[in-house]
Protein backbone atom coordinates (compact mmCIF):
# COMPACT_ATOMS: atom_id res chain seq x y z
CA UNK A 1 0.00 0.00 0.00
CA UNK A 2 1.58 3.43 -0.92
CA UNK A 3 2.36 6.18 1.57
CA UNK A 4 0.19 9.07 1.26
CA UNK A 5 1.32 12.76 1.74
CA UNK A 6 -1.64 12.73 4.87
CA UNK A 7 0.60 8.99 6.58
CA UNK A 8 3.79 11.36 5.78
CA UNK A 9 2.24 14.20 7.61
CA UNK A 10 1.20 12.12 10.62
CA UNK A 11 4.17 10.32 11.10
CA UNK A 12 6.55 13.29 10.95
CA UNK A 13 4.18 14.90 13.47
CA UNK A 14 4.33 11.53 15.39
CA UNK A 15 8.18 11.45 15.07
CA UNK A 16 8.22 15.50 16.40
CA UNK A 17 6.16 14.41 19.64
CA UNK A 18 8.09 11.67 20.19
CA UNK A 19 11.43 13.57 20.13
CA UNK A 20 10.04 16.75 21.90
CA UNK A 21 6.91 17.09 23.09
CA UNK A 22 7.46 13.16 25.03
CA UNK A 23 10.83 14.47 26.46
CA UNK A 24 9.24 18.18 27.18
CA UNK A 25 6.59 16.26 29.59
CA UNK A 26 8.80 13.62 31.19
CA UNK A 27 11.44 16.10 32.51
CA UNK A 28 9.30 19.09 34.91
CA UNK A 29 12.61 21.13 34.51
CA UNK A 30 12.08 24.69 33.12
CA UNK A 31 15.19 24.94 30.54
CA UNK A 32 14.70 21.15 29.57
CA UNK A 33 10.97 21.77 28.27
CA UNK A 34 12.19 25.49 26.71
CA UNK A 35 15.14 23.07 25.00
CA UNK A 36 12.96 21.10 23.66
CA UNK A 37 9.91 23.39 21.84
CA UNK A 38 13.26 25.23 20.32
CA UNK A 39 14.03 21.66 19.21
CA UNK A 40 10.73 21.27 17.86
CA UNK A 41 10.56 25.15 16.41
CA UNK A 42 13.99 23.98 14.10
CA UNK A 43 12.50 20.66 13.03
CA UNK A 44 9.17 22.01 12.00
CA UNK A 45 11.11 24.83 10.61
CA UNK A 46 9.87 25.37 6.80
CA UNK A 47 7.40 22.12 6.81
CA UNK A 48 4.39 24.61 6.85
CA UNK A 49 1.01 22.23 6.63
CA UNK A 50 2.76 19.43 8.02
CA UNK A 51 3.60 20.92 11.57
CA UNK A 52 0.04 22.56 11.51
CA UNK A 53 -1.37 19.70 13.31
CA UNK A 54 1.80 19.87 16.19
CA UNK A 55 1.46 23.27 16.58
CA UNK A 56 -2.59 22.89 17.31
CA UNK A 57 -1.28 20.28 19.65
CA UNK A 58 1.49 22.75 21.43
CA UNK A 59 -1.26 25.89 21.68
CA UNK A 60 -3.48 23.25 23.67
CA UNK A 61 -0.77 21.73 25.59
CA UNK A 62 -0.47 21.93 29.65
CA UNK A 63 2.40 23.28 29.93
CA UNK A 64 2.62 27.03 29.57
CA UNK A 65 5.67 27.02 28.32
CA UNK A 66 4.97 24.97 25.18
CA UNK A 67 1.46 26.42 24.93
CA UNK A 68 3.16 30.10 24.80
CA UNK A 69 6.61 30.30 24.83
CA UNK A 70 8.79 32.33 27.20
CA UNK A 71 6.56 34.06 29.33
CA UNK A 72 8.11 34.82 32.74
CA UNK A 73 8.14 37.96 34.49
CA UNK A 74 12.01 38.62 34.32
CA UNK A 75 11.56 38.47 30.43
CA UNK A 76 8.24 40.71 30.39
CA UNK A 77 10.35 43.39 32.99
CA UNK A 78 13.72 43.39 30.69
CA UNK A 79 11.42 43.58 27.73
CA UNK A 80 9.63 46.81 29.26
CA UNK A 81 12.63 48.36 30.37
CA UNK A 82 14.53 48.21 27.29
CA UNK A 83 12.27 50.79 25.64
CA UNK A 84 13.88 53.32 28.03
CA UNK A 85 16.85 52.08 26.14
CA UNK A 86 15.34 52.40 22.72
CA UNK A 87 13.78 56.07 23.16
CA UNK A 88 17.11 57.49 25.28
CA UNK A 89 17.38 59.62 22.17
CA UNK A 90 13.80 61.06 21.81
CA UNK A 91 12.65 60.48 25.40
CA UNK A 92 9.49 62.56 24.19
CA UNK A 93 7.79 59.65 22.97
CA UNK A 94 8.21 57.71 26.34
CA UNK A 95 5.48 58.98 28.27
CA UNK A 96 2.99 57.61 25.23
CA UNK A 97 4.86 54.55 24.36
CA UNK A 98 4.95 53.76 28.00
CA UNK A 99 1.71 54.62 29.71
CA UNK A 100 -0.19 51.47 29.41
CA UNK A 101 2.25 49.96 30.90
CA UNK A 102 2.67 51.50 34.00
CA UNK A 103 -0.99 50.45 34.47
CA UNK A 104 -0.55 46.81 34.08
CA UNK A 105 -2.02 44.14 36.08
CA UNK A 106 1.55 42.52 36.21
CA UNK A 107 4.09 44.50 38.67
CA UNK A 108 6.90 43.07 36.71
CA UNK A 109 5.57 45.86 33.90
CA UNK A 110 4.59 48.23 36.05
CA UNK A 111 8.40 48.20 37.42
CA UNK A 112 9.96 47.98 34.16
CA UNK A 113 7.70 51.12 32.27
CA UNK A 114 9.27 53.23 35.61
CA UNK A 115 12.56 52.16 35.37
CA UNK A 116 12.35 52.80 31.15
CA UNK A 117 11.54 56.17 32.05
CA UNK A 118 14.39 56.59 34.35
CA UNK A 119 16.97 55.27 31.71
CA UNK A 120 15.05 57.56 28.44
CA UNK A 121 14.82 60.86 30.84
CA UNK A 122 18.46 60.90 31.82
CA UNK A 123 19.57 63.23 30.08
CA UNK A 124 16.72 65.47 29.91
CA UNK A 125 13.59 67.51 31.76
CA UNK A 126 10.12 66.63 30.60
CA UNK A 127 7.85 66.84 33.49
CA UNK A 128 5.36 65.22 31.42
CA UNK A 129 6.30 61.43 33.24
CA UNK A 130 5.44 62.48 36.50
CA UNK A 131 1.83 62.07 36.25
CA UNK A 132 2.78 58.55 34.83
CA UNK A 133 5.44 57.93 37.41
CA UNK A 134 3.01 59.37 40.63
CA UNK A 135 1.03 56.21 41.04
CA UNK A 136 3.95 53.93 40.96
CA UNK A 137 5.37 55.72 43.94
CA UNK A 138 2.76 54.10 46.38
CA UNK A 139 2.51 50.96 44.71
CA UNK A 140 1.51 48.23 47.07
CA UNK A 141 4.69 46.42 45.26
CA UNK A 142 7.85 46.60 46.93
CA UNK A 143 9.86 46.40 43.95
CA UNK A 144 7.80 48.93 41.77
CA UNK A 145 7.45 51.06 44.39
CA UNK A 146 11.29 51.43 44.58
CA UNK A 147 11.71 51.74 41.06
CA UNK A 148 9.36 54.44 40.98
CA UNK A 149 10.89 55.95 43.68
CA UNK A 150 14.32 56.31 42.05
CA UNK A 151 12.47 57.24 38.38
CA UNK A 152 10.59 59.91 40.39
CA UNK A 153 14.16 61.28 41.99
CA UNK A 154 16.05 61.30 38.87
CA UNK A 155 13.41 63.24 37.18
CA UNK A 156 13.33 65.46 39.99
CA UNK A 157 16.75 66.20 40.43
CA UNK A 158 16.41 68.15 37.32
CA UNK A 159 13.70 70.23 38.01
CA UNK A 160 13.84 73.11 40.00
CA UNK A 161 11.74 73.17 43.40
CA UNK A 162 10.81 76.83 42.97
CA UNK A 163 9.33 76.33 39.55
CA UNK A 164 7.32 73.10 40.13
CA UNK A 165 5.56 72.48 43.61
CA UNK A 166 5.50 68.83 43.07
CA UNK A 167 9.40 68.59 44.12
CA UNK A 168 8.11 69.66 47.31
CA UNK A 169 6.02 67.39 47.61
CA UNK A 170 8.15 64.34 46.45
CA UNK A 171 10.50 65.64 48.95
CA UNK A 172 8.58 65.22 51.30
CA UNK A 173 7.30 61.71 50.38
CA UNK A 174 11.15 60.65 50.68
CA UNK A 175 11.33 62.20 54.04
CA UNK A 176 8.14 60.37 55.28
CA UNK A 177 9.63 57.03 53.82
CA UNK A 178 12.70 57.80 55.71
CA UNK A 179 11.58 58.35 58.76
CA UNK A 180 9.11 55.42 58.72
CA UNK A 181 10.80 52.56 59.94
CA UNK A 182 8.57 50.15 59.43
CA UNK A 183 7.53 50.83 55.94
CA UNK A 184 10.05 48.63 53.71
CA UNK A 185 11.56 50.06 51.10
Do not use: W
Not at 154 to 164: G, L, P, Q, R, T
Amino acid sequence: MPTTERDSSNSFVIACHDAGLGLAHEKHHGKIIRGNALRIAFTVYGRQEEADILIEQMTRDQDPILRYGDVSDDVRRIVVLAIGFVLYSEPEQTPRIVSLLSESYNPHIRYGAAIAIKISYVNTVLSEVIPLLEPLTSDGVDFVHQGALIAMAKVMVKINASSDSRVGTFKQQLEKIILDKHEDV
